[in-house]
């Protein structure tokens, strides 16, 4: 997995592509989820996994304004942290 790959995925994301998104969401969700359960403490794993949707449904919402001055994942755990 490279950056620049990420950011491609984006960038079609960004453009409506579903597939792209949802290529992006296979390969963050892990990195999100544990981020969740670390940064909330001991959470439930329905209301972790509800919280990871919430933050790529955000995403996607986003995925137009996104500029790659950081990583997708770095973006992805910001959302994160906002919405939990």
Known sequence: MSVSDDEQLMQAAAQGDREAFGTLVERHHPGVLRFVHRFL???DGHTAEDLAQDVFL???KAAPSFRPR???LTWL??????IC
Request: hydrophobic fraction near 60%; avoid cysteine.
């Open 41 to 43: 403490g001991i959470v």
């Open 58 to 60: 955000a995403a996607w």
């Open 70 to 72: 950081a990583k997708v």
């Open 77 to 82: 755990l910001r959302i994160t942290t906002n």
